[in-house]
């Protein structure tokens, strides 16, 4: 899952980005509003977590712009300002939540959790494809009794195809909404984590799991 | 305890009706009861002249007309008219048969003015009485005569009369103006409560607006539109104040705000930073770079938290100075050589154009606080590559400094809240959580407690200017 941060306070900015890429998401960051609008205009992003005062740009400002541009994209407003007009004016501009420093890391992972299911409608954080069992608090990923171990880009990937369960997602979409923007990779490396994916969670004597679909992309699932 | 004012003017008003009542009561009895009684004595006295007409002297014989004797008013009890005539020797020539036995007291006025007086009668009853000596006509002449020739003939008569119904009606006048007075009194208490009552409304509904303004809703004003006169400055002048309170409680709110944001921001930083390292076992060099990393914010929030500390105690007055002979020029030197580093890394030139022997007596830890904070305030904003200059001019009994930098990209309005708390120029706000917007306010601060002043000026395209004017003499109290 791919998110930005758009947070001026370069301490902040800097371990939460840590932080969020250890949780295995694509991370994008910025301390400048402008760019941040920039990189929120030209991205699909799952998250974004977004500071109110900012330079070039305010937040707020950022808000509406994305919005009225048509922005999908579940925006995050994390702020010191934390009186109730602040929180109604930022809800009500189109944020889908709003937490106020200093908070802790756990619930802000918890919040961006929330957001990403309600972006692919999950509200169960476990989810059940066939007998493959992904826990998305934890992280972990069963087929059938047997746990299986991924590396955080190969959970990333399974995450983003069991969250679009049953719909064929192309190799564009994961390369966006898994790889951050100066990654080098380019969406051909899709096709090599889709083989180590596969080399994991395909079991002999099993049904197949992951379904390559021709000149579109890959779907999770049941056989078509 | 003060008497409200409602209950001062209904006591002041039903007084002055009372005083009022009670005077003009007084006059109209006073004039009513003499208008009375000149009515009765001339009645009287129209009786008692009838009398003297009708008396006859025929040679010595003293006659009084059949026909008067019979008139009714001296034979009628109820009427009780008496009358006695006496001759110049003491003799009673005649008397009313209603007197009986007693007699009326002599009065002994002429016939132009008679002597009126009060009696009271053997049955307690007053009466009013007239008398006047008068020379009787003669039998042969029809005419009533004064004349000092027949003044040893002169008789003398007295009439008098029950002067109850007078008495009554004077009475009644009595008991009808008390009560006549007594009830306008009743009635004008009710009337004042009422008048005033009414009079006072725009005055309570004041009150009951002011009542209604709590803490929350310090914008609300006092909107009473039917104000009398004399009350409508009362009403602007607590409007204006209102509008005071607000804007002082606005900027108490931004104030406690700001310093909450400036604390939280930091705290965020510190907390995550510690949270993400504890996520999972991390090598000794990271523990430490992340240490670093917190003690460089806790550097950062003590330092503001001091400025703050600074700023309360500059505003209550309790920082005390001690004057001595500063050398300005030096003391700006020190001041860069702990920005010189960070001047560097922007490649910013500094030049100091104070004359040396340029001195100025003032607090050097402060003023040297004062020159930190406008160096570091220039460092920060100066464009890369540019300049920042310090020039000093002695002016008759005040010293001016100039700070100046290139780069600025600040419009007049924007540089006129230079000097408010927390205030940055946002697109110039580079490093955040390192400078929280006090800098400047303390510089303002500071100087005026010194008994100087600030001058913000970007007249000049691009270039950033604070000038400072400092008392050569220093601060005139120890204590500001």
């Known amino acids: 899952m791919r998110l930005l941060i758009v947070e001026d306070y370069r301490p902040l900015q800097q371990s939460l980005t840590k932080g969020l890429r250890e949780a295995g998401f694509a991370v994008d960051t910025t301390r400048d509003g402008q760019e941040g609008l920039w990189y929120a205009m030209g991205n699909d992003y799952d998250v974004i977590i977004l500071d109110l005062m900012l330079p070039g740009i305010d937040g707020l400002e950022i808000l509406k712009r994305l919005r009225a541009k048509g922005r999908q994209s579940h925006i995050l407003i994390l702020t010191a300002k934390d009186t109730l007009e602040d929180r109604v004016t930022g809800l009500d501009l189109g944020a889908d939540d709003y937490l106020v420093k200093p908070f802790a890391f756990k619930e802000l992972l918890a919040r961006v959790r929330a957001l990403l299911r309600r972006s692919y409608?999950?509200?169960?954080?476990?989810?059940?494809?066939?007998?493959?069992?992904?826990?998305?608090?934890?992280?972990?990923?069963?087929?059938?009794?047997?746990?299986?171990?991924?590396?955080?880009?190969?959970?990333?990937?399974?995450?983003?195809?069991?969250?679009?369960?049953?719909?064929?997602?192309?190799?564009?979409?994961?390369?966006?909404?898994?790889?951050?923007?100066?990654?080098?990779?380019?969406s051909n490396v899709v096709d090599v984590y889709i083989g180590y994916l596969r080399k994991k969670i395909e079991q002999a004597g099993k049904p197949l799991l992951i379904h390559t679909v021709r000149g579109r992309g890959y779907f999770l699932g049941g056989q078509t | 305890m003060t008497c409200s004012l409602r209950t001062r003017l209904v006591i002041g008003t039903v007084g002055t009706i009372v005083l009022l009542l009670t005077v003009f009561s007084l006059i109209l009895y006073v004039m009513i009861r003499r208008a009375l009684v000149n009515q009765f004595d001339a009645s009287l006295l129209s009786t008692a002249r009838m009398l003297a007409a009708s008396v006859e002297q025929d040679g010595n014989e003293i006659e009084l007309e059949f026909e008067v004797r019979q008139l009714p008013e001296f034979n009628d009890p109820q009427r009780q008219t008496y009358y006695q005539i006496w001759r110049p020797d003491g003799a009673v020539v005649a008397k009313s048969p209603l007197l009986g036995a007693d007699g009326l007291l002599r009065l002994e006025g002429s016939l132009d003015s008679p002597v009126f007086g009060v009696l009271r009668a053997g049955n307690g009853q007053p009466q009013r009485t007239v008398g006047f000596k008068f020379i009787p006509r003669l039998s042969d002449s029809n005419r009533v005569t004064d004349s000092h020739l027949t003044k040893e003939q002169a008789l003398t008569l007295v009439v008098a009369r029950d002067a109850s119904d007078l008495h009554r009606q004077l009475y009644l006048l009595q008991w009808l103006l008390l009560i006549t007075s007594g009830v306008t009194m009743a009635l004008s208490v009710f009337v004042a409560a009422i008048v005033v009552r009414r009079g006072l409304e725009p005055l309570n509904s004041i009150a009951n607006e002011i009542a209604a303004i709590k803490e929350d809703n310090l914008a609300a004003r006092i909107k009473t539109t039917s104000v009398p006169a004399e009350i409508m400055p009362i009403k602007s002048r607590l409007n204006d104040l209102l509008s005071r309170l607000e804007d002082a409680f606005k900027r108490e709110r931004r104030f406690t705000a700001d310093v909450a944001h400036e604390l939280r921001t930091p705290l965020a930083g510190i907390r995550s930073t510690i949270e993400v390292t504890l996520t999972r076992a991390r090598d000794q060099n990271e523990y430490k770079r992340v240490l670093c990393d917190c003690q460089a914010i806790v550097e950062n929030m003590q330092t503001m938290v001091s400025n703050l500390l600074m700023l309360a105690r500059l505003d209550a007055q309790q920082i005390s100075f001690h004057s001595e002979q500063i050398r300005l020029a030096e003391m700006v030197n020190s001041c860069w050589r702990s920005l010189c580093d960070k001047a560097l890394v922007r490649e910013t030139g500094f030049e100091n154009r104070i004359p040396v022997e340029m001195i100025c007596d003032s607090d050097p830890e402060h003023l040297s606080m004062v020159f930190m904070n406008l160096l570091d305030n220039a460092v920060e904003y100066t464009n890369n590559g540019g300049q920042i200059w310090a020039t000093g001019r002695q002016a008759d009994d005040s010293i001016e400094i100039t700070v100046a930098n290139t780069g600025c990209t600040l419009t007049s309005e924007q540089a006129s809240q230079v000097f408010d708390c927390f205030w940055r120029g946002d697109s110039s706000r580079k490093d955040a959580g390192v400078h929280c917007g006090l800098g400047l306010a303390l510089v303002q601060r500071i100087v005026r407690a010194l008994g100087g002043y600030t001058i913000v000026d970007v007249q000049n395209t691009e270039i950033f200017t604070i000038r400072l004017a400092l008392p050569a003499r220093g601060p005139s109290t120890n204590f500001y």
């Open chain 1, 121 to 186: 409608r999950q509200k169960n954080p476990r989810i059940k494809v066939k007998d493959l069992r992904i826990d998305l608090t934890t992280q972990r990923v069963w087929r059938g009794r047997q746990e299986i171990a991924l590396t955080p880009r190969e959970y990333g990937l399974l995450e983003y195809l069991a969250m679009r369960a049953a719909e064929t997602v192309s190799r564009t979409d994961i390369w966006e909404h898994v790889y951050e923007f100066n990654s080098a990779a380019s």
